[in-house]
């Protein structure tokens, strides 16, 4: 079972937490500008420790595009790793979830993503493959910098920490300007999800570590924990200020949405996200019953054009007959709750 | 290169920006870049989120783009490359990334006041990697065998200040053939 299909805490405003940890090794240059031969060999070197560890390993220049695709709406890999050129490879670990890649922007981009909020233990999961490694290769390291990366605003820690929040009554609210800049002034950034710049589809949001350098991992996890909990209740009270006729008018679009969502015929990519953000809101205000916020990151992850495409015997061969295969991909996963 | 606002003083932030699949690249000198941004017409963080299929990815080098250049560089070192890799501080400066581990040694002087700007510190606290761990209690143990052996010699006594260096030979040779192993 990948993170998507399992329970996970705090699941009423936080979707999923991801831990990332670059690392890279001494006497190779950082990939951009790492030859073919060294690469490969890069990859080789690292492949034994991992598949020992558990982890399988996929070379990217061997799949599909669509494979790669999926494998970026899983999460697994970022999108300039799926669309790059030369040999690059995925090492991926289910249940707890980790993915290595090798030869993305650094030589490793050791992650590890969680349902629902929880970075302490994604901390510990990452850092445990990193221990592993880290016995049998010399990573860069300067006493002053830190872990040495090829994009400075990675340096020092390496880690970077992303929380996807589910903030419907905050955007609607349009508080998420001033949340912004309040977070941007304790080192956090926060941005839309499924949206063109700063909008966001679904009232989804993605809050990480702007800094890296200069501060221990746990100092780095707490204020970004203490942020996400706090935003998390001010999310709850704006949920919970909704009254009277709006409450009426919102109860009535999230029956709808569920309506929609259980006996659509076609449904599209962009609908999909907006019903999903209906019904996880109508579960936390009750109004939603038998289903599970689990299953709905099941769908908002399988039912992404990629892995939903590869989920199919007969490939949809246009975006109708995918759209209609999103709608029965929809009803099976709310009657299997 | 000449600032492309005012075209008198010299450009010193690159700045790149890509909105709504829209990019848009900028050399500027530092007062037009603040004037600029206080006008709103560049932002401080430009890396937006595009893709559809994902909500996860940051990409941060446009804000280490627009922190560089604030600074001044160190002449001298803009034409010097990094041994290791061939780059240049230009090349880093210009691509916002660096070319390799040994290019932060190469170019320290130029780096660090950068990277101080763009995390308020350059100075790391989080986890070491283990080797750097026995590195560190190397340092220490011999930095105390060095105190021992001055005051061994201070003392005139010559039989533990004979044994003290040999000890201090033994450690010194260790770290030799270990750095030598990195490389």
Known sequence: MAWYNEQGKMTDTVISTRVRLARNLVGYPFPSSLDSTSANELIEKLSSPLEESGFRKIHFSDISAIMATSYVERHYVSPSFATAEGPRALFLQEKPD???????????????????????????????????????????FDEELGYLTHCPTNLGTGMRVSVMMFLPA?????????????????????????????????GLYQISNRLTLGYAEEELIQALSEAVIQIAERERRARKSIRGEALEKLTDRIKRSEGTLRYAHLLSGKELIRLLADLRLGISLGIVQGIRQEQLTSLLVEGMPATLTLSSENAP????????????????????? | MLCENC????????????????????????????????????????????????????????????????????????HSA??????????????????????????????????????????????????QLAVRARNEQLGKLRKELQ???????????ASLRDEIRTLENGKEMNQNGLV
């Not at chain 1, 980790?98 to 970075?119: K, N, T, W, Y």
């Not at chain 1, 007959?321 to 299997?336: C, E, F, P, V």
């Not at chain 2, 005051?151 to 200040?161: F, G, I, V």
């Open chain 1, 98 to 140: 980790l993915a290595v890649m090798v030869c993305e922007e650094d030589h490793l981009r050791i992650q590890s993503i969680l349902p629902g909020f929880d970075p302490e233990s994604g901390y510990q999961k990452a850092a445990a493959v990193e221990h592993r490694l880290d016995r049998e290769f010399d990573f860069a």
């Open chain 1, 170 to 202: 905050l955007s609607a609210s349009s508080c998420i300007g001033s949340l912004s800049v309040q977070l941007a002034k304790l080192g956090l950034t926060l941005r839309g999800a499924f949206g063109e710049g700063s909008g966001s589809i679904g």
């Open chain 1, 317 to 337: 061969r246009n975006e109708a007959s995918r759209d209609k295969l999103r709608a029965q991909k929809a009803q099976s996963i709310l009657l299997g709750g």
């Open chain 2, 7 to 78: 075209k008198k003083r010299t450009a010193t932030v690159f700045y790149n920006e890509k909105l709504n699949g829209k990019s848009r690249s900028l050399s500027l000198c530092g007062e037009c870049a603040s004037k600029l941004r206080e006008k709103g017409e560049i932002q401080d963080v430009t890396s937006m989120i595009e893709s559809f299929a994902d909500p996860f990815w940051a990409t941060q080098d446009t804000l280490f783009n627009d922190f560089f250049g604030i600074s001044s560089l160190p002449k001298k070192a803009e």
């Open chain 2, 82 to 131: 990094c041994s290791f890799c061939g780059s240049t501080l230009t090349d880093i400066l210009q691509n916002g990334k660096v070319g390799c581990p040994e290019c932060y040694s190469t170019f320290r002087d130029a780096l660090t006041p950068l990277m101080r700007s763009l995390h308020g510190t350059s100075l790391h606290r989080g986890s070491v990697p283990q080797r």
């Open chain 2, 151 to 161: 005051k061994a010699l201070s003392e005139e006594d010559y039989e533990s200040a």
